[in-house]
Protein backbone atom coordinates (compact mmCIF):
# COMPACT_ATOMS: atom_id res chain seq x y z
CA UNK A 1 0.00 0.00 0.00
CA UNK A 2 2.75 2.24 0.75
CA UNK A 3 4.75 1.87 -2.42
CA UNK A 4 1.32 2.33 -4.21
CA UNK A 5 0.85 5.65 -2.31
CA UNK A 6 4.57 7.10 -3.26
CA UNK A 7 4.11 5.22 -6.87
CA UNK A 8 0.98 8.01 -7.11
CA UNK A 9 2.68 11.04 -5.58
CA UNK A 10 5.57 10.40 -7.92
CA UNK A 11 2.98 10.62 -10.75
CA UNK A 12 1.47 13.86 -9.33
CA UNK A 13 4.54 15.79 -9.09
CA UNK A 14 5.97 14.54 -12.35
CA UNK A 15 2.50 15.40 -13.77
CA UNK A 16 2.29 18.76 -12.45
CA UNK A 17 6.28 19.79 -13.02
CA UNK A 18 5.20 19.05 -16.93
CA UNK A 19 2.02 21.45 -16.57
CA UNK A 20 3.89 24.08 -15.08
CA UNK A 21 6.57 23.33 -17.99
CA UNK A 22 4.60 23.43 -20.49
CA UNK A 23 2.93 26.57 -20.10
CA UNK A 24 3.71 29.25 -22.88
CA UNK A 25 2.88 32.11 -20.66
CA UNK A 26 5.45 33.86 -18.44
CA UNK A 27 4.51 35.42 -15.53
CA UNK A 28 4.62 39.05 -15.61
CA UNK A 29 7.75 40.69 -13.67
CA UNK A 30 6.00 42.67 -11.01
CA UNK A 31 6.86 46.11 -12.55
CA UNK A 32 5.09 45.12 -15.88
CA UNK A 33 2.32 44.30 -13.52
CA UNK A 34 2.62 47.81 -12.20
CA UNK A 35 2.88 49.16 -15.30
CA UNK A 36 -0.65 48.29 -16.12
CA UNK A 37 -2.32 49.08 -13.18
CA UNK A 38 -0.92 52.41 -13.85
CA UNK A 39 -2.80 52.32 -17.45
CA UNK A 40 -5.55 51.14 -16.27
CA UNK A 41 -5.68 53.71 -13.36
CA UNK A 42 -7.62 56.73 -14.90
CA UNK A 43 -7.61 59.14 -11.58
CA UNK A 44 -6.17 62.57 -12.21
CA UNK A 45 -5.46 61.35 -16.32
CA UNK A 46 -4.80 64.77 -18.78
CA UNK A 47 -5.63 63.54 -22.31
CA UNK A 48 -3.20 65.42 -25.39
CA UNK A 49 -5.26 68.70 -25.99
CA UNK A 50 -7.12 67.96 -23.40
CA UNK A 51 -9.11 65.62 -25.29
CA UNK A 52 -10.20 61.85 -25.19
CA UNK A 53 -11.07 61.92 -29.16
CA UNK A 54 -9.01 58.59 -31.07
CA UNK A 55 -6.85 59.74 -33.10
CA UNK A 56 -5.69 58.17 -36.49
CA UNK A 57 -2.55 56.72 -36.36
CA UNK A 58 0.30 59.17 -37.36
CA UNK A 59 2.61 58.21 -40.58
CA UNK A 60 5.75 57.70 -38.09
CA UNK A 61 4.42 55.76 -35.63
CA UNK A 62 5.58 52.28 -35.26
CA UNK A 63 2.56 51.22 -33.76
CA UNK A 64 -0.14 48.88 -36.01
CA UNK A 65 -3.39 50.10 -34.58
CA UNK A 66 -5.52 52.12 -36.51
CA UNK A 67 -6.47 54.86 -33.56
CA UNK A 68 -4.80 55.83 -30.48
CA UNK A 69 -5.32 58.73 -28.05
CA UNK A 70 -2.19 59.86 -25.34
CA UNK A 71 -3.23 61.05 -21.52
CA UNK A 72 -0.28 61.83 -19.00
CA UNK A 73 -0.63 61.28 -14.78
CA UNK A 74 -0.19 64.46 -12.60
CA UNK A 75 3.25 64.38 -12.64
CA UNK A 76 3.54 64.43 -16.36
CA UNK A 77 0.73 66.54 -17.46
CA UNK A 78 2.45 69.59 -14.93
CA UNK A 79 4.58 69.42 -18.38
CA UNK A 80 1.60 70.57 -20.48
CA UNK A 81 1.14 73.89 -21.79
CA UNK A 82 -2.11 75.70 -22.13
CA UNK A 83 -3.43 73.77 -24.78
CA UNK A 84 -2.75 70.48 -23.34
CA UNK A 85 0.38 69.99 -25.72
CA UNK A 86 3.83 69.43 -23.95
CA UNK A 87 6.15 72.30 -23.52
CA UNK A 88 9.32 72.29 -25.63
CA UNK A 89 12.65 71.20 -24.18
CA UNK A 90 11.15 69.00 -21.58
CA UNK A 91 12.54 66.61 -19.58
CA UNK A 92 10.13 64.96 -17.63
CA UNK A 93 10.70 64.51 -13.61
CA UNK A 94 10.49 61.06 -12.56
CA UNK A 95 7.41 59.63 -11.58
CA UNK A 96 6.32 61.20 -15.01
CA UNK A 97 4.22 58.89 -17.05
CA UNK A 98 2.78 58.77 -20.56
CA UNK A 99 0.48 56.22 -21.48
CA UNK A 100 -0.56 55.64 -25.37
CA UNK A 101 -3.90 53.88 -25.51
CA UNK A 102 -3.74 52.01 -29.02
CA UNK A 103 -7.27 51.13 -30.38
CA UNK A 104 -7.85 48.41 -33.41
CA UNK A 105 -11.02 50.33 -34.06
CA UNK A 106 -13.56 52.82 -32.04
CA UNK A 107 -13.77 50.73 -28.80
CA UNK A 108 -11.57 47.96 -29.33
CA UNK A 109 -8.58 49.03 -26.59
CA UNK A 110 -6.10 46.82 -27.56
CA UNK A 111 -2.74 47.49 -26.62
CA UNK A 112 -1.44 50.25 -23.66
CA UNK A 113 2.12 51.57 -24.72
CA UNK A 114 3.77 52.83 -21.59
CA UNK A 115 6.73 54.96 -20.87
CA UNK A 116 7.49 56.14 -16.74
CA UNK A 117 10.40 58.44 -16.17
CA UNK A 118 12.23 56.75 -13.23
CA UNK A 119 16.11 56.72 -13.41
CA UNK A 120 16.76 55.02 -10.13
CA UNK A 121 15.18 51.52 -11.73
CA UNK A 122 17.15 48.83 -12.83
CA UNK A 123 14.93 48.92 -16.02
CA UNK A 124 15.23 52.25 -17.03
CA UNK A 125 16.90 53.49 -20.16
CA UNK A 126 19.56 55.60 -20.04
CA UNK A 127 17.38 58.87 -19.94
CA UNK A 128 15.57 57.52 -17.30
CA UNK A 129 12.54 56.22 -18.88
CA UNK A 130 10.99 52.65 -18.32
CA UNK A 131 9.27 51.35 -21.61
CA UNK A 132 6.83 48.64 -21.95
CA UNK A 133 3.90 47.54 -23.98
CA UNK A 134 1.00 45.71 -22.09
CA UNK A 135 -2.26 43.88 -23.03
CA UNK A 136 -5.59 45.27 -21.37
CA UNK A 137 -5.76 41.33 -20.37
CA UNK A 138 -1.84 41.95 -19.17
CA UNK A 139 -0.22 40.18 -21.61
CA UNK A 140 2.86 41.61 -21.86
CA UNK A 141 3.84 42.35 -25.57
CA UNK A 142 7.25 44.14 -25.29
CA UNK A 143 8.64 43.43 -21.26
CA UNK A 144 10.39 46.62 -19.04
CA UNK A 145 13.25 44.51 -18.82
CA UNK A 146 13.87 45.50 -23.06
CA UNK A 147 15.17 48.45 -21.74
CA UNK A 148 12.99 50.57 -24.58
CA UNK A 149 15.22 48.87 -27.12
CA UNK A 150 12.42 47.83 -29.24
CA UNK A 151 10.67 51.35 -28.62
CA UNK A 152 13.66 54.04 -28.60
CA UNK A 153 14.28 53.90 -32.73
CA UNK A 154 10.83 55.37 -33.29
CA UNK A 155 10.89 58.08 -30.36
CA UNK A 156 14.09 59.29 -31.11
CA UNK A 157 13.33 60.54 -34.35
CA UNK A 158 13.71 64.49 -35.04
CA UNK A 159 10.95 66.30 -33.07
CA UNK A 160 10.76 64.35 -30.07
CA UNK A 161 10.80 66.31 -26.90
CA UNK A 162 12.36 63.87 -24.25
CA UNK A 163 11.14 60.68 -26.23
CA UNK A 164 7.61 61.77 -26.67
CA UNK A 165 5.90 62.65 -29.90
CA UNK A 166 2.77 63.63 -29.64
CA UNK A 167 3.66 67.21 -30.56
CA UNK A 168 5.35 66.39 -33.91
CA UNK A 169 2.51 64.29 -34.84
CA UNK A 170 -0.36 66.14 -33.66
CA UNK A 171 0.72 69.81 -33.19
Given at each position: ?I????????????TA????????????????????????????????????????R???S??????L??????A????????????????????A???K???????V???????????????????????????????????????G???????????????????????
Amino acid sequence: MIKAQTKFGALIVITASMMVLSCKHEIPAPLDVELLRLAQDTSGQVFYHFSDTLLPRSAGSGHPQALLRTWYNPAAAAFLDSMGAVVPDTLFANGAAVVKELYASPGVLSLYAIMLKRSDHPNADQDGWVWAEVEPSGEVAIPSSDLGTACRGCHSQSGHIDFTLMNAYFP
